[in-house]
Antibody, heavy 119, light 110 residues
Framework: QVQLQESGPGLVKPSQTLSLTCTVS??????????WSWLRQPAGKGLEWIGR???????NYNPFFKSRVTISKDTADNEFSLKLSSVTAADTAVYYC???????????WGQGTLVTVSS | QSVLTQPPSVSGAPGQRVTISCTGS?????????VQWYQQLPGTAPKFVIY???YRPSGVPDRFSGSKSGTSASLAITGLQAEDEANYYC??????????FGGGTKLTVL
């Protein structure tokens, strides 16, 4: 059973960089026909796809975030990470990591972590 | 504003049938990309209930079904139960290589 767990600071100051890590267990991020993705959900709002990284390390980002976002992976620790720069209050949200297959289908999700942008 | 359009809310009495629509365009649903549906209970991560337009994963009751036609898709839930009360999101892919979601629909079981 694949499990994902987000971790990182719950509070980030405006203009700084938000950094989160997703630790994957029960499967390797370098094997299979999978992508590994970040999404977010502002309070009371819908889901937003941020971007993804594949098993070879190639990335694809939502144009809305493209100039601010970097997704990378650490194969040794079976983790992938999100960096979102120049954050504002509008970036306050629950951030999810997820595994992606096919369709694309987000089949396994982390529990989510709340990041608040505030001074 | 979400790329895919869903009604903000739907409701139904226990035992009834409800449908949730998801309208896209020729660059996503109409381009032939699959539609997935997710159920999100309060305070939890989304869980997929329909994938590939009309396939149901194991563990999801057969009361849930999906369909797709043209630039739209629908999720139908029959025999409505209290446990079905949740937010539902449709999701697809766009020709600009972006994953797109609907804004979500809150299902209330009366």
């Amino acid at each position: 059973q694949v499990q994902l767990q987000e971790s990182g600071p719950g509070l980030v100051k405006p203009s700084q960089t938000l950094s989160l890590t997703c630790t994957v267990s029960g499967g390797s991020i370098t094997s299979g026909s999978y992508y590994w993705s970040w999404l977010r959900q502002p309070a009371g709002k819908g889901l937003e796809w941020i971007g993804r990284i594949d098993t070879s390390g190639s990335t694809n980002y939502n144009p809305f975030f493209k100039s601010r976002v970097t997704i990378s992976k650490d194969t040794a620790d079976n983790e992938f990470s999100l960096k979102l720069s120049s954050v504002t209050a509008a970036d306050t949200a629950v951030y999810y990591c997820a595994r992606v297959i096919g369709g694309p289908l987000f089949d396994y999700w982390g529990q989510g972590t709340l990041v608040t942008v505030s001074s | 504003q979400s790329v895919l359009t869903q009604p903000p809310s739907v409701s139904g009495a226990p035992g009834q049938r409800v449908t949730i629509s998801c309208t896209g365009s020729s660059s996503n649903i109409g381009a032939g990309y699959d539609v997935q549906w997710y159920q999100q209970l309060p305070g939890t991560a989304p869980k997929f209930v329909i994938y590939g337009n009309n396939y149901r994963p194991s563990g999801v009751p057969d009361r849930f079904s999906g369909s797709k036609s043209g630039t739209s898709a629908s999720l139908a839930i029959t025999g409505l139960q209290a446990e079905d009360e949740a937010n539902y999101y449709c999701q697809s892919y766009d020709s600009n290589l972006t994953v797109v979601f609907g804004g979500g629909t809150k299902l209330t079981v009366l």
